[in-house]
């Protein structure tokens, strides 16, 4: 029989030569990065000395269990390519009052079928208005009203213990400006001053803002806040949201150690908040620089050394171009997909699915060992990030274009079903964008007879075109926009809180009776799931689009192994509508449609209901008798 105590020995000294395995690949990956970010800044060998240190500390503060998880996701790279992958996205305290909760609703979210929990941010946050938590003013304290770190931690377990991964944002591109880095820094502290933007005139951010873009205009102009004693600091987003001066390799360093204790906290997928921001340079929009990839594989390398279970996801609302150059599996694994989320609204209010279409032909595969997160909305706004040049393609003006969404997503446009409200209007440059929960959106409180048909809609693209789906949880039973989120306050201002509603318990109770409108959502909601999670079709990426020759209804093909592909039509009308035989040509045959149990033969041609969907896979073709 084995030593026990032998088998302890050897264990570690595996996980030992493992690690040593990686830091030989890593460190030289990390050195060279940061030598490309940092060229002969004096400060860089110490901040690369510190960050190896802390590698190495930190790896060996790692528990065994997530070392464990390690070996398993390294022998695995492609697990969340799964067609059992699915995501939920809340708030602590608004969806369970508090971290503890959460747990208490695990057996809900198995009901569900989740795999990946996003909780937002929960870290200490500054009084008041602090950004529905994305101005952190430390990344290793809870917001007591929520709970504690050991809560956090003791979340991560139980839900690992479930199967389900526990995802939280890094919020990365700025701090609070209550943190203690930026209070030392308005204190004067010079170290601290090195950590953000900071200008003793107004010349300086001048010459940065003639080229910046506002992105909160309604909270302040421009991209930089006065401070009392005069100084200038730049904050991108809120007044409060101080970002981070990368080009000091000193906050690299931090900011490593700030990602590294989440790691071993438990995290396994880290949200990547606001990544076109983090470099900044004269003359340009100091967004999607160069040096913002170098740096987010800066931080990639450091992970893969010390917990290569974490992986990346990008956040990155930006013209599609700029959002697929995160996606690299030595950068961000995963990556929101925002073209798919807003074009699937905008077919449904146009009832036409070309941009879409052309979208899903064009700019849908991402590279091997990567993935998309599929949402429908989320606790943003929405915006029409689609690109101006395959609108005009179209024959489309991308200008009238967005305007004419915006004004039907917050009921301006004369008979929309929608109840968005708009954000952040920019008088300058009649920019907008649309807050509000799936059901408001697409029609359930206008009373609309297509509204529940079109969250189905919505939420069966996300499932099927390949990816991992995210549910902002609620949507699921039908959750309407709440406007008295804009009565607390420091929220008056922010219009994103429509759309961040309570947990709605009446209608999670509902969700078993099928006499209640939240009953038959929910029903058909988790028989998508299931479906996804039986048929290997879903899993991965690969998509081909089919030209269904009607601008109403969006078809395409999900390859699946053994030649046995998955055929998805979705009619975006609000009338019955119809694929003729010609253009099924190539799918001749009879297909059962996995959603209804239906039978289709495609040589006489399709024909879907308003808003209907079909998941078809072709009949075993049986021998002629
Ligand atoms: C993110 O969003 C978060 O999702 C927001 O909730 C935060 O307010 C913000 O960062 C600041 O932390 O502008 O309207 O291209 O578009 O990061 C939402 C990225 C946002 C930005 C995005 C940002």
Known sequence: MPDPRLGHVS??????????????????????????????????????????????????????????????????????????????????????????????????????????????????????????????????????????????????????ANGISLAVDFVFNHTASDHEWARRAAAGDPVYRDFYWMFDSREQPDRFEETTREIFPDDHPGSFVQLADGTWVWASFHSFQWDLNYSNPAVFRAMAGELLFLANLGVEVLRMDAVPFIWKQLGTSSENLPQAHLLLQAFNAVCRIAAPAMVFLSEAIVHPDDVLSYVRPDECQLSYNPLQMALTWEAMATRDVRMLQGALADRHRTPAGTAWVNYVRSHDDIGWTFADEDAARLGIDPFLHRRFLNDYYTGRFEGSFARGVAFQFNPRTGDSRVSGTTASLAGYESGDAGGPGRVLLAYSLALSTGGIPLIYLGDEVGQLNDYGQLEVEGREDDSRWVGRPVHPSRRYEERVDPSTPAGRLFGRMRWLIELRRRHGQFGGGDLVVLDTGNPRILGYLRPGAEGRPLLVLANFGDYPERVEPLALNRQAGRWADLVTDGVYDLRGGVTLAAHEFVWLVQEDVSPVG
């Open 11 to 160: 264990t570690i000294e595996g996980e030992r030569r493992e690690f040593e395995g990686r830091l030989a690949v890593e460190e030289k990956r990390l050195r060279s990065l940061l030598a490309e970010i940092y060229g002969d800044h004096p400060g860089l060998p110490a901040a690369l000395a510190s960050t190896l240190d802390l590698v190495g500390a930190s790896w060996r503060e790692r528990s065994a269990e997530l070392k464990d998880l390690d070996r398993r996701r390294s022998a695995q790279p492609d697990w969340f390519e799964s067609n059992a992958m699915l995501g939920g996205v809340c708030y602590a305290d608004l969806y369970a009052g508090g971290v503890p909760g959460l747990q208490e609703r695990i057996p809900y979210f198995r009901e569900l079928g989740l795999t990946y929990l996003h909780v937002m941010p929960p870290f200490r946050t500054p009084e008041g208005n602090s950004d529905g938590g994305y101005a952190v003013s430390s990344y290793r304290e809870l917001n007591p009203e929520l709970g504690t770190i050991d809560d956090l931690r003791a979340l991560g377990e139980a839900l690992r």
